[in-house]
């Protein structure tokens, strides 16, 4: 079936100011939770004003209840405690290495995990109220759950990581049919753990030299992906899933870089999502020639708009990438969105919102240069 929005964007949209202070002194106890929640549905309604004035076809709230884009584990799980990831490894655009801002708390298992709370529940309540037209709820995928397992935490509750992740997809995949039970026919899962296959070097700077190989690790990313679509599908046939894919968004930092050859044939093969939003923005991410084995009849959402820099980019450069992109996938099956969101952290990325508005619609307007209609 052919592409029905070809203009999307990953999830994540810049906080307003007076909500992230808002939020600062709920923590230090000078905001009730109440106040905090009305004013997280004040900035959700200006991210969906802001998405229907720029043209954007696909809603979300704008993760602004979210301190990160991996909500599902940090704010919503159970089961675990609160760990601080070291400096490092992050880069500018430049390729120089990015430490300001960028280190964030992450979580480790020291329980066994259970769902205290469903915070895309709320989201998707919120906007099937308040949305003009198709939304999507974003969350991590299970296949990055191995990062919750550390050996000095995680070991009593769980042997190894594949055992910590088998709780990790069925909390998910419940969470799924809610979502589901809820109305919501459009789920996208992040799922950022095929960059250890793609790029050895950050394989090797996170996991070090004596953890999994890239064969490993794909088999499970494939193996965890495959099993929570196949599930959702199973529920109901007709939700639209997603997968997101880029290398890192940290303020308007990167991670890891290379092309999708390592990872393509499999990846399209096996993993029966409807839409593939890739990044595509810069030369790190390689040419379009992996697209040559997405299935007749699935969405490639080429993220070919960079949200980590105010810089524009040329609506007349960016159709003709994505006509170079259509020799491997047909037109009406490509879309077109940033590479990822504005704020995958709270902080988020080193540009205005008028910035902001402009890339939505600069990604609007060339759909409908590119793809036709209103």
């Known amino acids: 079936m052919p592409a029905t929005h070809h203009a999307e964007h990953v999830g994540s949209l810049l906080r307003p100011p007076e909500l992230l202070e808002a939020r600062h002194a709920c923590e230090r106890g000078y905001m009730t939770g109440e106040e905090l929640a009305r004013l997280e549905d004040d900035a959700a309604l200006a991210a969906i004003k802001l998405q229907r ?23 919503s799980l159970g089961g675990v405690v609160s760990v601080r990831l070291p ?8 390729g120089a290495p990015r430490y300001e801002d960028t280190v964030w708390d992450m979580v480790a298992t020291n329980a066994k995990l259970t769902q205290k709370r469903n915070l895309t529940f709320t989201e ?8 003009p037209g198709q939304f999507k709820i974003t969350m ?9 397992w ?22 998910r995949i419940n969470e ?11 789920i996208q899962l992040d799922s950022l753990g095929y960059n250890h296959v793609i790029d050895p070097e950050f394989r090797m700077r996170l996991l070090g030299p004596d953890g999994p190989g890239p064969d490993g690790i ?13 599930a959702a599908k199973a529920m109901n046939p007709d939700v639209t899933v997603g997968m997101h894919i880029c290398r890192g968004n940290n303020r308007s930092a ?25 990044e595509y923005d810069t030369d790190r991410a390689g040419g379009f020639e992996p697209l040559r084995f997405v299935p007749d009849g699935t969405t490639v959402v080429l993220g070919l708009v960079s949200s980590k820099t105010p810089h524009l980019e040329s609506p007349d450069e960016l159709s003709r990438r994505i006509d170079e992109a259509a020799k491997y996938v047909p037109l009406e099956n490509l879309a077109l969105s940033p590479q990822c969101g504005f704020a995958s952290t709270a902080r988020g990325n080193l540009l205005t919102i008028d910035d902001q508005r402009r890339k939505l619609e600069l990604v609007a307007n060339t759909a409908r240069q590119v793809w036709g209609g209103a």
């Open 150 to 171: 550390r050996p000095d935490l995680s070991l009593a509750a769980y042997p190894t990581p594949a055992d910590m992740v088998r709780d990790l997809v069925a909390l």
């Open 176 to 186: 799924i049919k809610g979502l589901l039970e809820r109305g919501v026919t459009w």
């Open 87 to 94: 400096e490092g490894g992050w880069f500018r655009e430049d």
């Open 124 to 131: 998707a309540d919120f906007l099937a109220r308040h949305a």
């Open 140 to 148: 991590m995928s299970s296949s990055m759950g191995n990062l919750l």
């Open 218 to 230: 794909l088999d499970m990313t494939i193996a965890v992906d495959t099993e929570v679509v196949r």
């Open 254 to 278: 990167w991670m890891s870089r290379g092309g999708y050859e390592p990872i393509a044939e499999r990846l399209f093969g096996e993993v029966p999502v409807d839409r593939f939003l890739l």
């Open 53 to 75: 004035e720029a043209g954007i076809e696909v809603f979300t709230d704008g993760e602004v209840r979210r301190a990160t884009w991996m909500a599902g584990l940090l704010e």
